[in-house]
Every structure is written in C-alpha cells, then in structure tokens.
C-alpha cells in the first residue's frame, strides 16, 4: 500500500462545478498536511495547507481527519484555470521530518 | 519574489553518461531536497539537506547518485553513469525550515536519457 494515495483521475467537470478530491495516508506519524498544485510541465506550488480545524482560502476548502487518516480539498465554482494536477502532501515524523507526496489527481475544467 | 533556480532546464544524454544538474534555493532556505518525477507520479524524495549536511538520503540510488551542499548553498545532484530508467524531471525545492514548512520548487532539470 501506497503511504499517500489520491483519488484516481482525471475528472472532467464543467465551470462552476464543485470538486472534491482525497486523500489517504497510511502512517500514524504523519504530522504536517498540504496541497500543492501543479500545471502541466511545470513545477508544484503550495495550494494550501490543512489544518486540523480544517480552512478555507476563497473558493478552497481544505479538510483533515486523523481518525480516518484522510484528507479533502473541495473546489467551489471550478474556474478553467483551476485545470491542473493537485497534489497530496503528507510529511512524516519519523525521528527527522520526511515529505511524501501523493501520485495526483488531475482536474480538467472546460467551458 | 525570491525563487529556486535550476539548471540546465533541458538535458539530452546517452546512457552511461555522466550529467550533473545544479540548484541555487532561495536565499536564507537552509533545508534543500531534491526530488526525482517520472511523468503521471507524484515527486519522490532523493535527498534532503539541512545546511550542508545530508538528512535524508534513503531514496538515492547510492550507486549512481551523489548529491552535495559543500557551503549550505547552493547544490549539485549528479548521475554517472545514467541510465535509461533515470530519464525523469529532477526538481530541487527549499524551506525555511525541515519539520514540514512550505517547500518552494525550482522550474526543474528534464533529463532524457538515450
């Protein structure tokens, strides 16, 4: 079993719709939660990062449960632009700090 | 806006060559990693430094890989001899800090091994 896996893709949604994507992680130890974005040919950037409480930044919603060990991000109002791969990013406190990332999901948008 | 610089962009070799891929992270980022993407997966973890000193190394292929931050700056990951399997994109990305902070990427050195 994979230590982070997303939701296969790719999803196809028309603009305006809402999104949801998770992810599982299989290790207790994990500490830190992101997601992080990534277009195509291009390198990854922060989305946001989860907090237990959960968070919100405008049209993203971003969810953690460690009970269940998984984590969401809701897209509200898909944008064209929103068009890319999302990453899962789960770092691990083994002793040092180790950052795993997710395989992705990727999100089309289209008029 | 500071960024991660990367270089070369491109890199087209033989196999059995020796490539060398260099990275410069944002000024004051004392943590750097380098990761290895074959397209359609997530970015794998090679190495990480803290300063100068390797922290994490357990995904680097030791056989082929090595990887230095001889002053804490600025880093070089090299292949020798490469091999088929080793073409992929390299991403080097810094961090303020080791426990889990924002990592900041670099536009990527994409290796095709021939």
């Known amino acids: 079993r994979k230590e982070v896996e997303q939701d296969p893709g790719p999803f196809n949604v028309p603009e305006g719709a809402t999104v949801a994507f998770n992810c599982t992680y299989s290790?207790?130890?994990?500490?830190?939660f992101f997601w992080y974005r990534q277009d195509c040919r291009k390198e990854p950037k922060l989305l946001m990062s989860?907090?237990?409480s959960g968070n919100e930044d405008g049209r993203f919603t971003a969810q953690l449960n460690r009970a269940s060990q998984y984590i969401s991000l809701l897209i509200r109002d898909s944008k064209l632009s929103d068009s890319a791969t999302y990453l899962c990013?789960?770092?691990?406190?083994?002793?040092?700090?180790?950052?795993?990332f997710g395989a992705g999901t990727r999100l089309f948008v289209k008029a | 806006e500071a960024e991660v610089a990367q270089s070369p962009r491109y890199k087209i070799t033989e196999k059995s060559q020796a490539v060398a891929f260099w990275c410069d992270p944002i000024?004051?980022?004392?943590?750097l990693y380098w990761y290895r993407q074959i397209l359609g997966q997530g970015p794998e973890l090679l190495v990480q430094?803290?300063?100068?000193?390797?922290?994490?190394d357990s995904q680097l292929p030791k056989d082929r890989f090595s990887a230095e931050r001889l002053k804490g700056v600025d880093s070089t990951l090299k292949i020798q001899p490469a091999e088929l399997g080793d073409s992929a994109m390299y991403l080097c990305?810094?961090?303020?800090?080791?426990?889990?902070?924002?990592?900041?990427f670099g536009p990527g050195t994409r290796l095709l091994v021939l």
């Open positions: 989860v907090y237990s």
């Open positions: 290790n207790s130890a994990s500490q830190s």
């Open positions: 990013v789960v770092t691990l406190n083994t002793g040092g700090f180790k950052t795993i």
């Open positions: 000024s004051g980022h004392a943590t």
């Open positions: 990305a810094s961090s303020t800090t080791t426990s889990g902070g924002t990592q900041y």
């Open positions: 430094f803290q300063d100068e000193s390797v922290v994490d």
